[in-house]
């Protein structure tokens, strides 16, 4: 099936501990993007990336950082720098200015 | 920076109702898209409304497209409890010779059986 899959779809983290969050899509989709959504809320964007060894900071960047060292294949990783990480985080893809099709995102808990 | 603003912020109406969803944008735009949420999962995209268009129609889905105005509407006739979810709109800036795409806060509908 063509798609977005992310993982894991359930994380916890220790404090001043990084972890990765994995999005990877059979789409063959250039752009790709990392949204922040906090309980009742809009999508906030924290990364995203045209084409491949490239990526752009959105507008919550501070404590995260991404590669794109694939096509298929956009991990973000929330650094210990990210003081309030606990939210639901959301991957997704597009063909240039096209439709975005979202993966079913992964819950970060900070215990 | 929030490109698209919904109104209203949360909506409830009885089964077999219609329900209107507002979005205002502020810069200029190639397309606007609405998409559903349901609680805790990710976004499923409804429509996708060009800027030369200034109607369209998906099942029981109306979108309207004013860019005098900068804002679009979608309009959900004969609702269902199934409709219940957030409803968010979208647009593509471009900054910096790249594209993003930039969320409202979305419009929370409670369809009541």
């Known amino acids: 099936d063509g798609g977005i899959t992310q993982s894991p779809k359930y994380l916890f983290r220790k404090e001043g501990q990084n972890v990765t969050l994995s999005c990877e899509q059979n789409?063959?989709?250039?752009?790709m993007y990392w949204y922040r959504q906090d309980p009742g809320q809009g999508l906030r964007l924290i990364y995203y990336?045209?084409?491949?060894?490239?990526?752009q900071k959105g507008d919550i960047a501070e404590g995260y950082s991404v590669s794109r060292e694939k096509k298929e294949s956009f991990p973000l990783t929330v650094t210990s720098a990210q003081k309030n990480p606990t939210a639901f985080y959301l991957c997704?893809?597009?063909?240039?200015?096209?439709?975005?099709?979202f993966g079913e995102g992964s819950w970060l808990t900070v215990v | 920076s929030q490109q698209g603003e919904e109104d209203p912020q949360a909506l409830s109406i009885q089964e077999g109702e219609n329900a209107t969803m507002n979005c205002s944008y502020k810069?200029?735009?190639?397309?606007l898209q609405w998409y559903r949420q349901n609680s805790g999962r990710g976004l499923v995209h409804l429509i996708l409304i060009r800027s030369n268009e200034r109607e369209k129609h998906s099942g029981r889905l109306r979108v309207t497209l004013d860019t005098s105005k900068k804002s679009s509407s979608l309009l959900i006739t004969a609702s269902r409890a199934a409709d219940t979810a957030s409803y968010f709109c979208a647009t593509f800036i471009t900054q910096g010779g790249s594209e993003k795409l930039v969320f409202g806060k979305g419009t929370k509908l409670t369809v009541n059986p």
């Open positions: 789409l063959n989709h250039d752009a």
């Open positions: 810069t200029s735009i190639n397309n």
């Open positions: 997704a893809s597009s063909a240039r200015g096209n439709t975005i099709y």
């Open positions: 990336s045209q084409i491949v060894n490239d990526f």
